[in-house]
């Protein structure tokens, strides 16, 4: 028999009994429906996840200060406290792998704005940290050398701070008050919504290292610095380059544990991501699970329809088919039922995954891949199951199923 003609058959014997082929593809439309659904939403909040780690920094590296040991106590990471601008200067001169180096110094204070007040984030850096953190301005300026080194009393406001201190106004060319101390404002900076911790970086408010560190800080500890890598191949290169330079500026002997903390890009993206990536592949086993009951039902279905058809292949054995011939019409059958929902459920997943994007508010990612897949795996359960029927149809005595009543 030709193929056209056994997918003809195939069709016309799927349509013959319409509920009953539905209910049979229920079980891989569900299954096809769920991974299709599963894996776009798992994709669209791994790439949503990069993005905000991409927003944290363009190949970005943190050095952060070690932890303390005192009378048998261990300090968290950064209450050590051993690093300075010195390092920074360090960095800068003596290393070949960094782009850009920035200090990055922190208070929490409560800000004032007229009758406004709002607690925030006071960051202190050098004009390479927007840069290095990927902030953009959106409306005025940024500080610039001269104001680092004058120690400016001048700040740039993330949008959070703006819309809480100056609502519906543009705050370029105001003053804020810091711990009792005038600032002017400078610059608002681009909104870059919450980060892969759930933090909002909007939430901030920028200013001079310098400013920050001797007119709010305590004038010698740095929270962090942080650096660009000349691209992201050469980050391990970076990291050890920048390593070496510190121990050497800290003076600690070969052998000694270092006292600060060296975290990339790359560990971060991977922390973010891993927790996404394990709930998809656990969540897609088990909408495997229906794949596999809607083969067994494919199975028992297509046993039922030998059954049926008994004196049909008796029939068609008797006036010439040959056994393959009622083997590949009982397999194109079981395979075109399982296509059939196969395609269904892709429909049904991308449906799904569109509905859940909006809903749990992730990008949606169709990867053609995926759905090329789904159609080769459903074909292949429909043969796989569909290949016991139709051997036993295929085995068939000719006389016996004549006689068959």
């Known amino acids: 028999m030709k193929w056209r003609m056994l997918l003809k058959v195939a069709l016309k014997s799927i349509a013959r009994n319409k509920m009953r082929s539905l209910l049979t593809m229920l079980g891989i439309i569900i299954g096809v429906g769920a991974v299709i659904t599963l894996v776009a939403l798992g994709q669209g909040s791994q790439r949503d996840i990069e993005g905000q780690v991409a927003s944290l920094g363009t190949n970005l590296m943190i050095i952060m200060p070690g932890s303390s040991h005192f009378g048998g106590v261990q300090g968290g990471t950064g209450s050590l406290g051993t690093l300075q601008l010195s390092d920074v200067t360090a960095l800068r001169r003596n290393t070949t792998q960094l782009a850009a180096v920035s200090p990055e110094v922190r208070v929490q204070s409560q800000v004032v704005a007229g009758a406004n007040n709002w607690n925030t984030s006071i960051i202190g850096g050098d004009p390479d940290y927007l840069a290095i953190r990927n902030y953009q301005v959106a409306s005025g300026r940024s500080f610039s050398e001269r104001e680092l080194t004058a120690r400016a009393k001048v700040a740039l406001l993330g949008q959070t701070v703006a819309e809480q201190l100056f609502p519906g106004e543009d705050p370029v060319g105001a003053r804020i008050r810091i711990r009792n101390a005038p600032f002017q404002v400078v610059g608002v900076l681009a909104s870059k919504g919450q980060s892969a911790m759930g933090n909002d970086q909007d939430d901030v408010i920028l200013a001079p290292s310098t400013t920050v560190l001797y007119r709010l800080g305590d004038g010698k500890t740095l929270r962090a610095i942080v650096a660009s890598a000349a691209s992201a191949e ?58 596999l009951v809607g083969g067994i039902g494919i199975m028992n279905i297509m046993l039922v329809s030998v059954t049926e058809r008994t004196r049909e292949i008796g029939i068609r054995l008797a006036i010439g088919a040959r056994p393959r011939d009622v083997l590949a019409q009982f397999l194109v059958e079981a395979a075109t039922l399982s296509l059939c929902g196969g395609v269904i459920g892709i429909a049904g997943g991308i449906a799904g995954a569109a509905l859940g994007g909006q809903l749990l508010g992730i990008s949606l990612v169709i990867d053609p891949a995926i759905i090329i897949v789904a159609v080769l795996f459903t074909g292949a359960v429909g043969i796989f199951f569909g290949f016991y029927p139709a ?10 199923a004549l006689r068959y009543e």
């Open 234 to 291: 050469q980050m391990e290169a970076a990291k050890a380059d920048a390593s070496a330079v510190l121990r050497e500026a800290h003076r600690l002997a070969a052998g000694s544990e270092d006292d600060f903390h060296l975290r990339d890009q790359t560990e971060i993206n991977q922390m973010a991501t891993r927790v996404t990536g394990t709930l998809t592949l656990l969540l897609s086993a088990i909408a495997g699970v229906s794949l």
């Open 391 to 400: 051997r036993k149809a295929a085995n068939l005595n000719p006389i016996d």
